[in-house]
């Protein structure tokens, strides 16, 4: 009797003993994702700094084709850059070919600016600019782009522009530079730090048919209620700007600039209302100041003094050579266009993109104060 009682006992301890299990390896199931997570975050931390600059990007033959152009006032190129990276991407430069970019600008006489230096060109104060300015910016706020960067900036004694989403920060996303590595750059002389967006690096869906726009290009279509109205986009979009102008607020960073994602605020199509390009230029303008955009082309002019609002930018991709932006600089430059003709050795000019429509004008229209439109899911691009 005692032994059958016993094998009973034993055959209930069983299932008891398994049940505990899980009770006994929660704590490492949670202890372990925060550790890795830990580790994760100091490797970050700790092996992110900027890569080492290349040596020798442009061989003797090839410095002593960039001759220094001719001096200019009244005007300041441009440049964009969306990251620098080795791996296969057709928006980033190889961190090679960015140093020979650098290299050759540094050969045809050039020297940055500060986006405050820029700021107080567009208004017309050109006190301390550089017989050659030009301004380089990076859009993303990536940290690829800093890490392939910086060095290569430090060498030629060139600073550039980090415009950042904030909204990336805000996650964490490991990909992004975060506030604390921004102000880190920001202290060391060589960068300055602006605006892109915050939650507008998105493309949202524009119609039943499924197509895409950029955040700001166009109103926004939703499943349960069709097209939002004008008053709703303008507040999505007066929202985003309003929350990114008050995060540089809170970070103690001046503003002068602002990227705008995908270079898209409506001008690139005809759009879904004419109303929207007036509007969100004009916000955009007077919370920030200058509003770049890329040019459809890329065969940009250089900048000048308009009081701030749109201005274009020359963009380097996985393509672009030293010699396409050396090119580029000289056929701009206002001194070289008015300077004798000389031999030129420049590559045949790739073939130009088509022109693309602009959008009706409209006259700007003020906030409406009505009730937020519905959430939708936007994908990023």
Known sequence: MKARAHKAWAKLRRPASVMLLPVSVLPLIVAVPM????????????ESPAFPAPTRP?????QRAFKPLPAFTGAVPVLVYHGISNRGNGFSVT???????????????FQTVSIAQYDRFQLGDTRGLPARPVLITFDGGLLDSFRGADKVLAQEGFRATMFVIT???????????SWTELRRMKNSGRWDIQPETYQGHVKITVDAHGDQAPFYAMRRWLRSTGEETFAQYQRRVAGDLFTLAGQFTSQGIPVHAIAVPFGDYGQQDAGNDPRIVPFTLGLMKTQFGTVFVQNPDNNPPFTTPT????????????????????????AHDPA???????????KPATPTKPAIRRAAPAAAT??????KPEKDHVRHH
């Open 35 to 46: 550790v890795i997570n830990n580790r994760l975050s100091l490797l970050r931390y700790y």
């Open 167 to 177: 909204g990336a920060i805000v996650d964490k996303n490991p990909l992004h530079l």
């Open 58 to 62: 442009l061989s003797a033959a090839q």
């Open 307 to 330: 009081g701030g609002g749109l201005q274009q930018r020359w963009e380097a991709n996985r393509s672009t050579t030293a010699w396409d932006l050396y090119t580029w600089l000289r």
């Open 336 to 346: 070289e266009r008015t300077a004798p003709a000389r031999t030129s050795t420049a």
């Open 366 to 371: 003020p906030i409406p104060k009505e009730t």
């Open 95 to 109: 961190q090679r070919a960015f140093a020979a970019q650098m290299q050759a600008l540094k050969l045809a006489g």
